[in-house]
């Protein structure tokens, strides 16, 4: 994978978000239940130290993607880290429907804000540094290919997202509208709920070695690199799976029956350094020859 340089800077980068956001959250949710009577201020307060807490669940994550194979788990930890976003993805939606349930009584009963300005600077500061943090760990997670980096990124940002609502409603509602305090509540948590679904689909089938239409592209340029070796009479049975960060997968090539073993070998030793110069991120290729019979 992208080396253990990779896997320390996202721990770094989540260890801060854990820091932050619980502060943050913490302080959004005392000010909304007491203080400012907002229940959009405290929706985005709880989503902020959930967040909080789907950032430790990444976090443990991580710790199991560095562990190497071993004798029981032959293929290394990197499914732990599709295990630790499912998790995330349930406690975001467990957070979501407490946002609903508060956002619902707003909606049939709604109250007046109080000290919205205060609100309104709290939220604002939360959406900046949240954005912030948020996009840096975005592009770190493309760059080390971790997939549960990318969802804590973008539930990072969705929070910064949330807190900009936040700030919309506390204004809205200052000027006579409090209902508005409720239907951003439920706009929060129909963000987080959005992304949860869309966490669970690509960690579930990550998990059953399903082949999504990038790693389908991989192997049909794969079978074209192969046959485009020397000796190389055809490439056939391409399969490839995704675990955490990585690929993983085998082809069957074609090969002449009057090549010395030495000759095999030197042609797997180039098909492998050509795969891994276009496709760094393949971790494992096994390459089975198949002999012709000899003429």
């Not at 978000?17 to 229940?39: D, F, H, K, P, R």
């Not at 760059?143 to 409603?169: C, H, P, Q, W």
């Not at 690199?225 to 690929?247: C, D, F, M, S």
């Amino acid at each position: 994978m992208g080396g253990d340089s990779s896997v320390d800077t996202a721990e770094r980068f989540t260890s801060i978000t854990v820091l932050l956001l619980m502060v943050l959250g913490i302080i959004q949710v005392i000010l909304g239940e007491t203080s400012l009577n907002s229940v959009a201020l405290t929706a985005n307060g709880i989503d902020c130290i959930g967040d909080g807490f789907v950032s430790v669940v990444v976090w443990v994550g991580l710790k199991f993607v560095r562990r190497p194979a071993d004798d029981k788990f032959h293929y290394g930890y990197y499914k732990f880290e599709n295990i630790a976003s499912i998790l995330a993805a349930v406690v975001m939606f467990l957070l979501a429907g407490y946002i609903c349930y508060r956002s619902y009584l707003q909606f049939i009963d709604p109250q007046e804000i109080e000290m919205p300005l205060l609100g309104i600077l709290i939220a604002l500061i939360a959406a900046l540094i949240a954005w912030g943090i948020g996009f840096q760990k975005l592009s770190r997670g493309k760059k080390s290919n971790l997939k549960s980096l990318r969802l804590e990124a973008m539930n990072t940002i969705k929070d910064g997202t949330a807190s900009f609502l936040t700030v919309v409603a506390l204004i809205i509602s200052a000027v006579g509208y409090p209902i508005s305090d409720a239907i951003v509540g439920f706009i929060i948590a129909g963000i987080i709920i959005s992304i949860g679904f869309a966490a669970i689909k690509e960690s579930g089938y990550m998990l059953v070695d399903a082949c999504d239409m990038e790693c389908l592209n991989k192997a049909e340029r794969l079978k074209k690199i192969v046959e485009g070796t020397g000796n190389i009479q055809g490439a056939h049975v391409v399969r490839l799976r995704r675990t955490g960060p990585v690929l993983q997968g085998e082809i069957e090539i074609h090969i002449s029956g009057d090549l010395s073993l030495q000759e095999v070998n030197d042609i797997i030793h180039i098909i492998r350094g050509k795969v891994k110069e276009e496709y760094p991120d393949i971790d494992h290729l096994s390459i089975i020859p198949l002999c012709s019979p000899k003429k």
